[in-house]
């Protein structure tokens, strides 16, 4: 069974820096793509970042320049560099994988922004 851990989030002030990790593990297949996603209070989860096998990434408009995806294939684990912190970047924040066979999300991790 599929299980993707994540970690790293919590309170930040306004400026600051966050850096969230997601662990798959139990995949029987290999893994292609790896994002990140997240939920603000009221509103639909929205797309963040993505990277591929090959290492090339995709940002949302509103985080780039800003955060920073990246992989480390060998152990199965997909990282988000959070900087330069808002307030509306307040939220809850999911990874996802997708492998040949199907997809899988993380449990998500809490990320608020506040003075």
Do not use: H
Not at 21 to 48: L, N, V
């Amino acid at each position: 069974q599929v299980q993707l851990v994540e970690s790293g989030g919590g309170l930040v002030q306004p400026g600051g820096s966050l850096r969230l990790s997601c662990a798959a593990s139990g995949s029987r297949f290999s893994i292609y793509t790896m994002g990140w996603y997240r939920q603000a209070p009221g509103k639909q989860r929205e797309w963040i970042a993505t990277i591929t096998s090959g290492g090339t990434t995709y940002y949302t408009d509103s985080v780039k320049g800003r955060f920073t995806i990246s992989r480390d294939t060998a152990k199965n684990t997909v990282y988000l560099q959070m900087n330069s912190l808002k307030p509306e970047d307040t939220a809850v924040y999911y990874c996802k994988i997708w492998t040949m066979r199907d997809e899988y999300w993380g449990q998500g991790t809490q990320v608020t922004v506040s003075s």
